[in-house]
Each structure stands twice: as structure tokens, then as C-alpha cells.
């Protein structure tokens, strides 16, 4: 049986549909890269959670396809900032409630401005990190932009 996360509990009392997946975890390859190899599905269909501390609006998260890298100055832009950067490792589970390679955009100790990458909705469905390392959320691109109420943006 798999283990229900907060993200999974907090989409079934908004009587969202989704799909836990599970996969194994490699603690030396947390890359989105592993994880659709894992899955065997296309790794632009997973999409990782990075949170960034914007200069003016602090904390901010970014939800893009596993195959790209953030571009800062545009985050910057879309959030607005002037400039951002990662959000320091040792400062994400205090912050968000999760730990690297298991930062789900939804379920964080408090919401934070969510940008989604347009490409999101070139597919009927898209997998997130569950809330925990070995286990993505599979659901529909504009459920997960209506929850976390997120602006679509090519970051």
C-alpha cells in the first residue's frame, strides 16, 4: 500500500483526481532525469519544483518541465523581482516542509507565489513530486494550476 502524503490529502479534500506513482529513489540522482527513467515517461512530462527567494517578493516557487534549467533573470521578471536565486538547501524543510528531491508545489507550510511552465498544458496529465522522495503525483496540468493557483508563465 502507498503511503498517503499531505499533497494527496489536501487534493482529495478538494476532490481533485489524481495518481500516486512510486519509483525508486537513487540518493546520489535526485534529477527529475532519474526520476522519468524511472517511470519510463518523457521528462518533459515531469516537472520539478524549485523554490527561489525573489530580492523584493522573497519566496517564490517554479514548476518546470524536468528537461530545463530555471533562468533566473525571467523568474526575476515574472515574480517581480529585480533579481532571485535558489532557495539554499538547508533552508527548504524549514521553510516549505519538504526536502530536496521530495518538494512538492502543493502542501508547502504556506503558500507561496507558484509560476507553472506553459508546456505543462501541452499534456493531459503531468507528474509532481508527491511530497516526498519516491513518490510523484500524476494529475491534470490545469487542476494543479487552479490548486495552487498558479500563473503560467515560459520561465
Do not use: W
Not at 502507498?2 to 489536501?10: E, V
Not at 495518481?19 to 525508486?24: D, G, I, Q, R
Not at 502542501?107 to 507553472?116: D, S
Not at 513518490?135 to 495552487?148: G, R, S, V, Y
Amino acid at each position: 500500500m502507498i503511503q498517503k502524503t499531505n499533497a494527496a490529502r489536501l487534493l482529495d479534500a478538494a476532490g481533485i483526481q489524481y495518481t500516486l506513482v512510486p519509483y525508486e529513489v537513487d540518493e546520489e540522482h535526485l534529477e527529475a532525469s532519474h526520476v522519468a527513467q524511472q517511470l519510463g515517461e518523457d521528462l518533459d512530462r515531469v516537472f520539478k519544483t524549485l523554490v527561489l527567494r525573489g530580492d523584493r517578493t522573497g519566496p517564490f516557487v517554479c514548476v518546470i518541465p524536468g528537461s530545463l534549467e530555471v533562468d533566473l533573470k525571467t523568474a526575476a521578471r515574472i515574480s517581480g523581482n529585480k533579481s532571485c536565486e535558489m532557495l539554499h538547501v538547508k533552508e527548504l524543510l524549514p521553510l516549505t516542509g519538504y526536502i530536496r528531491g521530495g518538494c512538492s508545489p502543493i502542501g508547502m507550510k504556506k503558500p507561496f507565489p507558484t509560476f507553472i511552465h506553459e508546456s505543462a498544458l501541452l499534456y493531459d496529465s503531468i507528474f509532481v513530486s508527491a511530497g516526498m522522495r519516491g513518490l510523484q503525483l500524476c494529475l491534470k496540468p490545469q487542476d494543479l494550476i487552479n490548486f495552487t493557483e498558479a500563473h503560467l508563465y515560459p520561465i
